[in-house]
């Protein structure tokens, strides 16, 4: 060697040697660096100092930087070499392939990578033009030995990512190489195919021969990379090639999927290869799969993978879930087209191995199948097949254990945890995922129902039957002196498992169903179950009033069982967990009253004309509540008021007391002025004294009723939809020069009369953010115009804690509970004036001077205006 090589290189390795030094101080190894890729960009013997460099006698380190040189000389100085110089540099290229490393198993990862983009870089310059016999001379350097066979599987796969996958090559050399890759797909597909299958036999027979364990590694080491490199072109070259043979690649893919070793990469190939999109004929042939062998091997390697929790047992195990789910999208596609595919035979064998992942432990597996079992039960062909008519009573059973929520990463109660653990960060991350899968699973339940809907009727009336007749577990949650359940209570998951699954099953029993063949008997039974089961946890009693929804529709056959659902839903509405108590009401028990008024208006919303004939005893109860003031909060008046917003008479019966209220001397000073407001609502007070809070708090709730009200009554009250009705009952006043009606609303009155109040007040409620009203807030309620917290983690998309909030109040300051009310009188004052000019259409646009109105009343002070405030002003923008 050359003195001025010898001298270079032994710098170059000084140099290596300090960058790679952990204890280097940063201006040597900066120095270091400047000198090495100076060295790259300016030496003329680079060259043989890099080859010196990546002999294998040097460091690891120094023979990684002596490829890297190589590489970098390929990339930017090829075309500026002499011919004989590009010709030396292969042949020391090829030199290093042969005999230039160490055993397959004691050779670093990074030198084999290293050599292999140097070959890679090579091919994308000179083949095929250059270098015709370049797949020739691989395939002689895999007689060498293993380390050589690898050695050519990732120049191999390499080769295909850097032209298909990244596509890193000039567009006319892309086009030439792939063109190439096209040509001699067939000869690469058989070579490396008899790689794997000569790799694969020599591993197996040395595996279990004594003292030949080095050997049978390196054999399965060679047969694992020529796998991911079969990964790599699986993907995109022509079908034919993977279907060939009779499906060759495929039996050989299957066959591995025994092998512990090779199992993982084998999945990953299959997944890719059943993957494949293209036309139906040319996927036809993938149909073998669902042979008895195949699926043998497919559930054969399934079941050790699924005993404990072994991660890369666990990830194969996700890899053959996809294979499954990907098989399915091939059968639905397949099954019913032009091709004239039939139903497999073993049917039910593929069927069953997919619901053994449906039953996993594992939530993340579980959710994995929900997509492909949804597009299975719709198939057309498919969902009339005898076995999935089985399948789909087998599959909603293996629900009610799938929809119960459980495997929280924090917990150890269930053996779901475990593998939750391993697929999410934290409790909240869980969550989420959970209420997505609850939500996919609903919608498949709803599909299996239209294939056996009896099943499914039966199978949720045990699961009620089973829920009303079972002791209140309330776990191993805090304590609580009442003996209440937590939302994590044993019992409160069953319940609200059970009470989807329900409302899944009867919304769609009596869509699929004629109403003759509806099980009206057996489901008034369990109606009337429900109805005497009785709770006074707010948890259960609120899964109680969603299945007395569910199972209401039976009621329209026995309409004379309609009084006994109200009275069990009233009570409800007015739910308290200790009589006369001033503490303030817990979520669960605001959720509770809110729950069962929804549910009584949707009942007459749905069924108006069944409802109808109980209007009086309906506008009794109505009443009863409307007496007492602390009976029920401002929102639930108004959620019971919208009940009967369509009769003329009882909107101006109710809008009596509000009016009164509202237009009242007292109310009118405090609307139009916001020094009086902020007293009125006590923002400009010093809470010492939790009774003053009590009444500020009637004060607000005061305010808030009316405007709930107004709101609620220009939302729904509307003339009827069908015209002539609306003819009959006087809503159409005239017609239009085009002939359109024009229709009336029965709230037009008492509306009319509220709207210059409640433009004065939202001119009001702008001028609280003045800075001298600012001011006036007292130090109690400094953050009174804050965003709530809850709104800041919408905003951030912060999910619930999953930790037990239902026990606590919903606010737990007096500011917050400031906070809350304003929040919603900005937002529902702007709500009513967007709603208006839909609900009083002509009437709400001939106000003289509406636009000077509006103008001066929703759009003053808005510099003030907090960003956060303004995000109402939106629906008026849309609606007016």
Request: glycine fraction near 4%; charged fraction near 20%; proline fraction near 5%.
């Amino acid at each position: 060697m050359d003195d001025p090589v010898k001298s270079m290189c032994e710098q170059l390795i000084k140099a290596v040697n300090v960058m790679m030094d952990p204890d280097s101080s940063h201006q040597y190894r900066q120095e270091a660096l400047k000198f090495c890729e100076d060295f790259k960009e300016k030496c003329p013997f680079c060259v043989p100092c890099a080859l010196q460099l990546a002999d294998k006698s040097q460091t690891p380190v120094v023979r990684h930087f002596g490829l890297q040189t190589l590489e970098h000389v390929i990339k930017f100085q090829w075309n500026n070499m002499p011919q004989q110089d590009k010709v030396h540099l292969k042949n020391c290229s090829m030199e290093l392939l042969s005999c230039g490393t160490y055993p397959i198993l004691e050779e670093e990862s990074h030198i084999k990578d290293a050599l292999s983009r140097i070959v890679g870089e090579m091919i994308k310059r000179e083949w095929p033009q250059q270098w015709p016999d370049m797949l020739t001379e691989m395939e002689t350097l895999t007689s060498y030995g293993e380390t050589q066979t690898e050695l050519v599987m990732l120049i191999l796969l390499r080769l295909a990512e850097d032209v298909i996958t990244f596509q890193t090559l000039p567009t006319q050399r892309r086009r030439d190489i792939q063109q190439t890759l096209t040509q001699n797909m067939g000869n690469i597909f058989t070579f490396l195919l008899a790689i794997l299958q000569q790799q694969v036999d020599a591993y197996r027979r040395l595996k279990v021969v004594p003292g030949q364990d080095v050997k049978a590694r390196a054999h399965c080491r060679v047969a694992i990379t020529t796998l991911n490199t079969l990964a790599g072109y699986i993907d995109w070259v022509a079908l034919f090639h993977i279907t060939n043979e009779n499906c060759q690649l495929l039996e050989i893919l299957c066959l591995l999927l025994s092998e512990a070793e090779l199992q993982l990469e084998a999945a990953e190939c299959l997944l890719i290869a059943v993957s494949r999109k293209g036309k139906l004929e040319e996927r036809k042939p993938l149909m073998v799969l669902f042979e008895d062998v195949a699926m043998h091997y497919i559930l054969s390697a399934a079941q050790p993978a699924g005993s404990g929790l072994d991660e890369k047992k666990y990830i194969f195990l996700k890899r053959l879930c996809q294979v499954l789910c990907a098989l399915g999208g091939q059968l639905c596609a397949l099954v019913g087209s032009a091709v004239e595919t039939k139903v497999p035979a073993n049917l039910n064998k593929y069927m069953e191995a997919f619901l053994a992942f449906t039953t996993h432990p594992s939530q993340f597996l579980r959710s994995s199948t929900l997509t492909t079992w949804a597009s299975i039960f719709r198939h057309e062909v498919l969902s009339k097949d005898p076995t999935l008519v089985q399948m789909s009573a087998k599959y909603m059973k293996t629900t009610m254990t799938n929809l119960v929520k459980t495997g929280f990463p924090s917990k150890n109660d269930n053996p779901s945890c475990e593998y939750s653990r391993v697929d999410f960060d934290c409790d909240e991350d869980f969550i989420t995922f959970f209420n997505a899968f609850k939500a996919q699973q609903g919608e498949v339940v709803r599909q299996a129902c239209k294939i056996a809907p009896f099943e499914a009727f039966q199978i949720a009336a045990e699961w009620l039957q089973y829920q009303i007749s079972a002791p209140i577990d309330a776990g191993n949650a805090p304590a609580k002196a009442d003996g209440l359940c937590t939302v994590l209570s044993p019992s409160v998951v069953q319940w609200e498992a059970m009470t989807f699954f329900l409302e899944s099953v009867i919304g769609q029993l009596f869509k699929v169903l004629e109403k003759e063949k509806l099980p009206v008997e057996q489901g008034m039974e369990l109606l009337q179950a429900v109805m005497k089961y009785e709770t006074r946890d707010p948890l259960i009693l609120s899964c109680i009033l969603s299945s007395l929804s569910a199972l209401f529709p039976f009621v329209l056959d026995r309409p004379e069982f309609l009084p006994q659902v109200f009275f069990k839903m009233f009570p409800a509405i007015t739910f308290e967990l200790a009589e006369g108590s001033k503490a303030p009401r817990t979520r669960s028990v605001k959720n509770v009253r809110r729950h069962a008024c929804s549910s009584v208006i949707k009942m007459c919303r749905m069924y108006p004309e069944y409802i109808l004939p109980y209007f009086d005893m309906l506008y009794t109860q109505v009443k009863d509540l409307f007496v007492n003031e602390m009976l029920l909060t401002q929102m639930e008046k108004c959620a019971m008021v919208e009940d009967y917003e369509k009769q003329r008479v009882f909107l101006e019966e109710l809008m009596a007391p509000v009016s009164a209220r509202w237009l009242s001397e007292e109310l009118h000073s405090i609307l139009w002025d916001p020094v009086s407001f902020l007293s009125f609502v006590g923002a400009d007070r010093v809470v010492t004294d939790p009774s003053d809070e009590d009444l500020m708090g009637l004060n607000r709730s005061r305010i808030s009723f009316c405007v709930y009200t107004i709101l609620g009554v220009v939302k729904r009250a509307r003339w009827p939809d069908d015209l002539e009705e609306a003819k009959a009952g006087g809503f159409v006043v005239g017609y239009t020069s085009t002939g359109a009606p024009i229709y009336r609303n029965p709230c037009k009155d008492p509306v009319l009369a509220l709207l210059p109040n409640l433009l004065a007040f939202m001119r009001t409620l702008n001028s609280l953010f003045l800075p001298e009203n600012v001011a006036r807030l007292s130090e109690t309620f400094s953050r009174a115009y804050e965003v709530l917290d809850v709104e800041k983690n919408l905003i951030l998309s912060i999910s619930q804690p999953t930790v037990d909030v239902y026990d606590t109040p919903v606010y737990k300051s007096s500011v917050e509970r400031l906070q809350g009310f304003f929040c919603a009188l900005y937002d529902n004052s702007y709500h009513i004036i967007g709603h208006s000019g839909t609900a009083l259409q002509q009437d709400f646009y001939t106000i003289d001077g509406l636009a000077e109105k509006l103008v001066s009343s929703t759009l003053v002070h808005l510099e003030h205006v907090p960003y956060h405030r303004l995000r109402p002003l939106l629906h008026i923008l849309y609606n007016i």
